[in-house]
């Protein structure tokens, strides 16, 4: 199994551009959860899915969308990039209550707003 | 909100015990869990423990959960410079179905020779 994937590693956009940071399981897990990564600042929720055709937003949404057609995607969308998106980016996964409690973390996404 | 909170460095040398200590709030927490996180790499679940639970040991990895001070700690025996690292605490609430976590802003252990 590859896991939790990120794509891509590295992204540097310009104020105001839209793009989306692709993300995908192969474990079959019912949950996806999108979460950045600031300094000093822990990880906080963006949008999370408990099943396709299913999300919610977290703590902090506001500038990013999510969709859930399938079981294994979980895209997250930037609609119009800004300096304060600069961060790092994970995606997770985990089977829910039908499996073992934790989260699988991908290799996260750097990205960089001028 | 819930706060999870968690020193933010410390310093061993190398074979000597590390012991990272956090704190929650939640007390209908479910599961408090122990993540490392390498440089430029993802989260990695290290542990768990349920919440009725005092300790639990995984070959060099001791968890210990004070239900009634909401402390949690990670002891690791024989620290090796492998073991450098940001570490999380997170918790999470099973009580409906999703199990929602919340992170500590993580603690960077320096492993020295």
């Known amino acids: 199994n590859a896991g939790v994937t990120q794509t891509p590693k590295f992204q540097v956009l310009k104020t105001g551009q839209s793009m989306t940071l692709q993300c995908a399981q192969d474990?079959?897990?019912?949950?996806m959860s999108w979460y950045r990564q600031d300094p000093g600042m822990g990880l906080r929720l963006i949008h999370y899915?408990?099943?396709?055709?299913?999300?919610d937003q977290g703590e902090v949404p506001n500038g990013y969308n999510v969709s859930r057609s399938t079981t294994e995607d979980f895209p997250l969308r930037l609609l119009s990039a800004a300096p304060s998106q600069t961060s790092v980016y994970f995606c997770?996964?985990?089977?829910?209550?039908?499996?073992?409690?934790?989260?699988?973390f991908g290799p996260g996404t750097r990205l960089t707003v001028l | 909100g819930e706060d999870v909170e968690q020193s933010l460095f410390l310093s061993v040398r190398e074979g000597d015990s590390s012991v990272i200590n956090c704190t929650y709030t939640?007390?209908?927490?479910?599961?408090l869990y122990w993540y490392k996180q390498e440089p430029g790499a993802g989260l990695q679940l290290l542990t768990y423990i349920f919440s009725n639970m005092d300790m639990k040991q995984d070959q060099r990895l001791t968890v210990l959960l004070n239900k009634k001070d909401k402390h949690l700690s990670l002891r690791i025996a024989d620290t090796q410079t492998g073991d450098s690292a940001i570490y999380f605490c997170a918790e999470s609430m099973t009580t409906d179905s999703w199990g929602k976590f919340q992170f500590g802003a993580g603690t960077q252990v320096v492993v020295t020779p």
């Open positions: 997770a996964s985990s089977p829910g209550l039908a499996g073992a409690p934790g989260q699988f």
């Open positions: 899915s408990v099943g396709a055709g299913i999300t």
């Open positions: 474990m079959n897990h019912e949950y």
């Open positions: 939640d007390s209908s927490s479910t599961y």
